[in-house]
């Protein structure tokens, strides 16, 4: 029996499920992908989408396998490069593989039309107009954008940490739980610049950043509701561009993020409906790996122009 699969891959975590007659049958996980200078991207991508086939057991007969990524590269010769490498590694299945932004809408909203921000370790916004053109704000990676993402609230924890601790800044609860997550502060930053992960790493700051906000801290308070405030005014941008004179537009959301509800989630909604009152808060129908799922049950639709497929490969 001919399979297909179905990847959503961040930086943080990659999961890819088996798919039969339109139904995710069985997940695997794997680690995400490394930013860093010593580290081909493309081979990180490779080999995290190798290791979740293998922990599925390495099905044989995979006729098309979808994939929505974080570290889709934009070049479209890179792009190939790593279709070719993923299809090498699965015994050669046809391949759709384009950014996270389009999994994490299709899961979303179905392939309707709206605008749906994922918010985790990165952040994108991705509107698709009536008349099915694609709008993009963000998405730009950690030194140039990804405002208001889990990456962007470590670092300023770590930052208010180190002002702190220098004199520069007031001081926070933040430090004592950011000495109980790394143990002395003295090198912190050489620790975080020498790390083979540093956007992960810093990441994985925000359950230690959420507590410390919710213990009361006006740094850490900030913290969130400035990213959230990011994170609302890329979704209007967005907005803007696609549905400039639109009411009752679908807005959805989906990453990690959002599952903070009480620092992300419901904070977001509420600002989005106040800056943005023609929009209707549409509660995603699906996740990011949803997405992929339905895009292989159904078509790339309106997706198309931003995902490579085998066919467009084939003829490089």
């Known amino acids: 029996m001919s399979l297909e699969l179905a990847v959503d891959g961040g930086q943080t975590n990659l999961r890819m499920a088996v798919v039969r007659d339109g139904a995710a049958v069985e997940i695997a996980h794997a680690g995400g992908f490394a930013y860093s200078a010593e580290t081909d991207l493309l081979d990180s991508v490779s080999d995290a989408v190798t290791e979740a086939y293998v922990a599925l057991g390495s099905p044989a007969g995979v006729r098309r396998i979808c994939l929505g990524l974080t570290a889709a590269p934009l070049q479209p010769v890179?792009?190939?490069?790593?279709?070719?490498?993923?299809?090498?590694?699965?015994?050669?299945?046809?391949?759709?593989?384009?950014?996270?932004?389009?999994?994490?809408?299709?899961?979303?909203?179905?392939?309707?039309?709206?605008?749906?921000?994922?918010?985790?370790?990165?952040?994108?916004?991705?509107?698709?107009?009536?008349?099915?053109?694609?709008?993009?704000?963000?998405?730009?990676?950690?030194?140039?954008?990804?405002?208001?993402?889990?990456?962007?609230?470590?670092?300023?924890?770590?930052?208010?940490?180190?002002?702190?601790?220098?004199?520069?800044?007031?001081?926070?609860?933040?430090?004592?739980?950011?000495?109980?997550?790394?143990?002395?502060?003295?090198?912190?930053?050489?620790?975080?610049?020498?790390?083979?992960?540093?956007?992960?790493?810093?990441?994985?700051?925000?359950?230690?950043?959420?507590?410390?906000?919710?213990?009361?801290?006006?740094?850490?308070?900030?913290?969130?509701?400035?990213?959230?405030?990011?994170?609302?005014?890329?979704?209007?941008?967005?907005?803007?561009?696609?549905?400039?004179?639109?009411?009752d537009v679908p807005v959805s959301y989906a990453g990690g993020l959002f599952t903070i509800d009480d620092l992300v989630r419901r904070p977001y909604l509420d600002a989005v409906q106040e800056r943005c009152p023609g929009v209707r808060v549409h509660e995603p129908l699906g996740s990011q790996l949803d997405g992929a799922v339905r895009l292989l049950a159904g078509g790339l639709g309106p997706y198309t122009p931003l995902m490579l497929t085998a066919e467009s490969d084939s003829r490089v």
């Open 78 to 247: 890179r792009r190939r490069r790593l279709a070719a490498r993923i299809r090498d590694r699965l015994g050669g299945p046809e391949v759709w593989l384009g950014p996270d932004m389009v999994t994490a809408h299709a899961g979303a909203l179905g392939g309707a039309a709206g605008v749906v921000t994922a918010a985790g370790t990165g952040v994108v916004c991705l509107g698709i107009a009536a008349d099915g053109t694609a709008h993009q704000a963000d998405g730009h990676g950690y030194l140039l954008g990804d405002s208001g993402s889990g990456f962007a609230i470590g670092r300023a924890a770590l930052r208010a940490v180190l002002a702190a601790r220098d004199g520069r800044g007031p001081a926070t609860l933040l430090t004592e739980a950011a000495q109980d997550a790394f143990g002395d502060l003295a090198g912190l930053p050489q620790r975080i610049y020498t790390s083979p992960a540093p956007v992960r790493l810093l990441a994985t700051c925000t359950p230690w950043v959420a507590a410390v906000a919710r213990a009361g801290d006006p740094i850490a308070r900030a913290i969130w509701s400035g990213a959230v405030d990011d994170l609302v005014t890329t979704t209007a941008a967005v907005l803007a561009r696609a549905f400039p004179d639109a009411e």
